[in-house]
T-cell receptor, first 111, second 115 residues
């Protein structure tokens, strides 16, 4: 089992560029989520999904899109990157949102 | 609505000393509570969870937490700190909103262990 994998590990974008952060899990989990982690602000939920074809917004969804076409994959799209989106992004998966398994994170810098 | 407050953003202990990390919750329904740990440059991993069974919950690496309903607390303890315990610790409560369950996170407590 690879668990939860995220690519890339590091990314530098210029303001206005778009990109997709990839997340995949091989545990057949229905629940997947994207968080951003910023100093002093803990983890903030961006978007989550309770199964293929079903997504919902978290507390900070603006500027991000998600889709869930398969159980395994849950990509996060930045539509037009802004410096405020500089952060560390974590993808997580679980059966029921309880015991969440986290990926190693993507460190994104927007200049 | 559920919420979590972690008291103390930084805690420093000596190696071998007691570790106590504080977490208070707010919930209108019986809560499911969690402690997660994040080692430097890694993702989070589950340390332990309370799901309305025993009030004293044992986790990995010698950590345990006690659910106290009267105090709305779920503090994390370890009798003797080890250098390898230096990490960020997060308390979380699960919302019970039907199928759209989420974890509500505290802001985290950074634990430093001094030799």
């Amino acid at each position: 089992n690879a668990g939860v994998t995220q690519t890339p590990k590091f990314q530098v974008l210029k303001t206005g560029q778009s990109m997709t952060l990839q997340c995949a899990q091989d545990m057949n989990h229905e629940y997947m989520s994207w968080y951003r982690q910023d100093p002093g602000m803990g983890l903030r939920l961006i978007h989550y999904s309770v199964g293929a074809g079903i997504t919902d917004q978290g507390e900070v969804p603006n500027g991000y899109n998600v889709s869930r076409s398969t159980t395994e994959d849950f990509p996060l799209r930045l539509l037009s990157a802004a410096p405020s989106q500089t952060s560390v992004y974590f993808c997580a998966s679980s059966y029921t949102a309880d015991e969440q398994y986290f990926g190693p994170g993507t460190r994104l810098t927007v200049t | 609505a559920q919420s979590v407050t972690q008291l103390g953003s930084h805690v420093s202990v000596s190696e071998g000393a007691l570790v106590l990390l504080r977490c208070n919750y707010s919930s209108s329904v019986p809560p499911y509570l969690f402690w997660y740990v994040q080692y430097p440059n890694q993702g989070l991993q589950l340390l332990l969870k309370y799901t309305s069974a025993a009030t004293l919950v044992k986790g990995i690496n010698g950590f345990e937490a006690e659910f106290k309903k009267s105090e709305t607390s779920f503090h994390l303890t370890k009798p003797s700190a080890h250098m390898s315990d230096a990490a960020e610790y997060f308390c979380a409560v699960r919302t019970n909103a039907g199928n759209n369950r989420k974890l509500i996170w505290g802001l985290g407590t950074s634990l430093a262990v001094n030799p």
